[in-house]
């Protein structure tokens, strides 16, 4: 629930001055309820001073004579940006701009070039003196309002349209302006991260070193080498599960594998990396704006990576996270999966039988992987091709691998420290 509330002050002394509060609840939606707590005096306050901050009447609010003086508290938050976002909003909810399209993408078009795609007036701006490409805007015509947030390799506009058309007329000549990626070095992949922010999802695209499987698929023992490789060659995943599963001890080289994927399907998929996925299945208004309203390039599936996921996937995971485990299955197979080009990745370090049983159903997962640590023949094997002498006698972690073949190169203060903390990433 959201409120306007606007209530007089009961100053006798000064009976014209009126504290005007404006807020929207973060995680607005289409179907949000908006109250005034005041229903004699809110809304006629509210529509003149929305009315004097509109870049259609163009008026200032000093000429607001009736209602006195005002003060705008904005939960949207503090940018002009966010102040033109209440204000758009408003717009919308009055059905003077009843439609709402989103746009992000991962490279920043500059604000010179959005002011000529429709002869805008900037209404409200703010611009970086040091960095031009961060700036946080409201863009104005009579039918067509643009709310752009722009921030290093981020870029998001929310394009309110009095006409239908006209709004998917503008995203499309927008997308045709956001510049290509530049090539990655040898070795590099791009990555998307994404978090949420104020509700939204943001995501931001940089490069990541990705190896080529056959460079380490020594790395994984006999089992998981094979399912691996199985995996890395899949070109097509259409009539398939959409969940994969890499479960094991830390330090067994998960995420080394995903880095490996990432490089591997490149070609055919674009690999988004969570990072705050505790929120993301507990947020609706997140979930919704990652997965639905963000869609990747045409004809290419996406893959979302969920790291350490164990609460959300353990076996008693509505218990713990009420309904996070259901949203997953719903926008991985579900009504709201349908349709999707969408692949779900989720690590964890519980063992397969401690996760919960709609998780691994048949159908549902792609793969179900079980990344454990080398047999003390394959880890004395790794050992040797990476210049170390020493053997194992026991199953041994890559991290533990790594830490050994290493330590004469390492430098140490104090004791010598065989054993790798757990938790540690490869």
């Given at each position: 629930m959201s409120t306007l509330p606007a209530d007089p002050t009961d100053n006798a002394s000064s009976p014209e001055e009126i504290d005007l509060t404006l807020t929207f609840d973060?995680?607005?939606?289409?179907d949000d309820d908006y109250e005034v707590k005041d229903p004699d005096a809110?809304?006629?306050?509210?529509?003149q001073y929305l009315s004097a901050m509109s870049p259609s009447t163009g008026a200032p609010v000093s000429d607001v004579t009736s209602a006195g003086t005002f003060s705008l508290i904005d939960t949207f938050g503090s940018k002009p940006g966010d102040i033109g976002l209440a204000l758009a909003v408003n717009e919308h909810l009055a059905g003077r701009l009843p439609h709402l399209r989103n746009f992000m993408a991962e490279r920043v078009v500059s604000l010179s070039t959005l002011i000529g795609l429709r002869d805008f007036e900037v209404t409200r701006s703010r611009v970086s003196a040091m960095?031009?490409?961060?700036?946080?805007?409201?863009?104005a015509t009579p039918d067509l309002w643009v709310v752009v947030d722009s921030a290093r390799r981020a870029f998001s506009a929310q394009v309110f349209s009095k006409d239908y058309q006209a709004g998917a007329a503008f995203c499309a000549d927008l997308a045709a302006l956001v510049p290509p990626l530049p090539p990655t070095k040898d070795g590099s992949v791009y990555m998307s991260f994404a978090a949420c922010e104020s509700g939204e999802a943001t995501l931001e695209r940089r490069p990541i070193t990705a190896p080529q499987w056959s460079e380490i698929e020594q790395n994984y023992s006999a089992g998981a080498r094979e399912v691996l490789g199985d995996l890395l060659s899949i070109d097509d995943p259409e009539d398939r599960g959409r969940i994969i599963l890499l479960h094991g001890a830390p330090g067994t080289g998960k995420t080394t594998a995903i880095r490996a994927l990432a490089r591997s399907w490149q070609s055919w998929c674009q690999v988004v990396y969570v990072m705050d996925p505790e929120r993301l299945f507990t947020d609706v208004a997140y979930l919704r704006s990652l997965i639905l309203d963000t869609p990747g390039p045409k004809k290419q599936w996406r893959l979302f990576v969920i790291e350490d996921a164990d609460e959300i996937i353990a076996a008693n995971a509505k218990a713990r996270t009420g309904q996070a485990l259901a949203r997953l299955l719903n926008v991985s197979d579900g009504i709201v999966g349908q349709g999707m080009q969408?692949?779900?990745l989720i690590t964890t370090n519980e063992p397969v039988g401690h996760l919960h049983p709609a998780v691994t159903r048949p159908g549902r997962c792609l793969a179900d992987i079980e990344v454990g640590p080398l047999s003390a023949s394959e880890a004395t094997a790794?050992?040797?091709?990476?210049g170390s002498s020493a053997t194992v006698t026991a199953p041994t972690t890559l991290a533990e691998l790594f830490a050994t073949s290493q330590s004469d190169a390492m430098l140490r203060t104090g004791s010598r420290v065989d054993s790798v903390p757990s938790g540690q990433y490869l």
């Open positions: 973060d995680s607005y939606d289409d809110g809304p006629s306050l509210l529509d960095h031009p490409d961060r700036f946080s805007v409201l863009l969408a692949l779900f790794w050992l040797e091709s990476h």
